[in-house]
């Protein structure tokens, strides 16, 4: 398992917390072997992104590339924090834990799940909701970052 944490905000993030976190949440969702990295990038970077990619003109939580789907699984996750922390205080819900589910997210794309119809949505949903039950938050003692 390689987790390459990348910060390109100018923020400080800390990339070993970051690591710890990704790799607990690897072995959650039943991906051990993986070569994953994780960018963490601003705003307009993550809108320009989400342009190129998906041809949507704002800043998302989260993009996540898959690149091989072998034996190692390979991709990247790009988070853009000021939109996850944003959109939890819309919703009034607590940005850390925020952060950890739209990793979750991520990881569940990495692994084959998608959204794309209303189907596939509500069994990714079941499948996160489940998820973040079994996760105990407060072990995760690192998710300062």
Not at 67 to 80: A, F, R
Not at 87 to 106: D, P, R, T, W
Not at 131 to 141: E, Y
């Amino acid at each position: 398992m390689t987790v390459l944490v990348h910060n390109f905000t100018g923020h400080p993030i800390s990339i070993a917390r970051i690591k710890i976190i990704v790799r607990k949440l690897l072995l959650l969702v039943g991906l051990r072997q993986v070569s994953l990295g994780v960018s963490f990038v601003s705003p307009q970077q993550s809108k320009a992104l989400n342009f190129r990619y998906r041809r949507k003109r704002r800043p998302t939580t989260i993009l996540t590339f898959i690149y091989s789907t072998g034996k190692v699984i390979q991709g990247d996750m790009v988070l853009c924090l000021p939109v996850i922390f944003r959109e939890a205080k819309a919703h009034k819900k607590n940005g850390k834990e925020s952060l950890l589910y739209i990793l979750l997210h991520g990881l569940l794309h990495l692994k084959g799940y998608d959204h794309k119809n209303s189907r596939d949505q509500k069994r990714m949903e079941l499948i996160e909701a489940r998820l973040m039950h079994k996760l105990n938050v407060s072990k995760f003692k690192y998710l300062n970052i």
